[in-house]
């Protein structure tokens, strides 16, 4: 019984070789963290490519959507201009479509200009 004593104190006492132990958790659990780190990193990496991939693909895709709207409303306003010709002589019908055309931008500007005045006094009012 005095042997099993003696080695619970010796398990115990400074200097042995358990403080070694002890310092070598230390050093593998500090190694254990640069790996976790590294790994981390390599992670954020791929997938910051992934989404730089996707972003592009998206990009591409709205512009494209983009130049197919700009090209519907060509149409559309060429064949506004071609409907209203039997109607009014060619230039009455460009002026009307023309004259629709600046009203709509005239009514969008004025809503977006709305919509900026709103915001700047949201942040006003946050920052105060």
Do not use: C
């Amino acid at each position: 019984m005095t042997e099993a004593m003696d080695s619970e104190v010796d398990e115990q006492t400074p200097g042995t070789d358990n403080d070694r132990s002890v310092i070598d958790d230390v050093k593998t659990l500090f190694d254990d963290g640069i790996t976790y780190a590294e790994a981390e990193i390599a992670f954020q990496k791929t997938r910051l490519s992934f989404a730089g991939n996707h972003a592009k693909r998206i990009a591409i895709f709205a512009a494209l959507a983009a130049v197919m709207l700009v090209f519907a409303l060509f149409a559309l306003v060429f064949g506004a201009i071609l409907a209203l010709a039997p109607h009014v002589t060619a230039w009455g019908a460009t002026a009307i479509v023309v004259a629709a055309l600046l009203v709509a931008a005239t009514v969008l500007g004025l809503l977006a200009r709305s919509g900026t005045r709103d915001l700047r006094a949201l942040f006003k009012a946050e920052d105060q």
